[in-house]
């Protein structure tokens, strides 16, 4: 990060950043391709940290996850414009969180349960929410093992 000021370290104050993010963006590739696909998200924030994401069986962001599953991600929330006089005085107040991990199809029916739990925890605060085995067969669901994640506030 080029403004060391403003980069968060702080596991706790980045897990702030990803509790308020109501979305989570997923940058994959193709080759030289780069795809960007915005993902609704549960976070595990333990030992071993990762997010959990869900989606249909099949199209384009799991034929590029097949090929390359090492990817980037990022969320951001917080915004406010800071008003100048003049056009480049003008900035906007923001906190983000990037990162770099793999992500994987989960196959196991408890673990696709537990994330669809965390999923849905996110958004509703609720964790006694129960699946119908029949959507859980239907729904994918995706695990982002984190490697490494900064966060940054401006």
């Known amino acids: 990060m080029r403004k060391i000021e403003k980069e968060i370290t702080d596991i706790t104050e980045i897990e702030s950043i990803i509790k308020e993010s109501d979305v989570c963006r997923i940058g994959l590739a193709d080759g030289n391709i780069p795809y960007i696909v915005t ?13 959990f994401f869900h989606c249909a069986k099949e199209g384009k962001k799991l034929d590029m996850i097949r090929k390359n599953n090492y990817v980037c991600f990022e969320m951001d929330t917080g915004h406010r414009l800071k008003a100048g006089i003049q056009g480049c005085d003008f900035s906007m ?11 994987s199809i989960v196959a196991d029916e408890d673990e696709k349960i537990t994330g669809l739990k965390r999923i849905m925890a996110h958004y509703t605060q609720r964790k006694d929410l129960t699946f119908r085995s029949d959507s859980v067969s239907r729904t994918t669901v995706l695990r982002l093992d984190i490697k490494e994640m900064t966060g940054k506030s401006t």
């Open 39 to 51: 993902m609704n998200f549960g976070y595990s924030g333990e030992e071993k940290k990762h997010f």
């Open 93 to 103: 107040e923001f906190r983000s969180v990037v990162g770099f991990g793999y992500i």
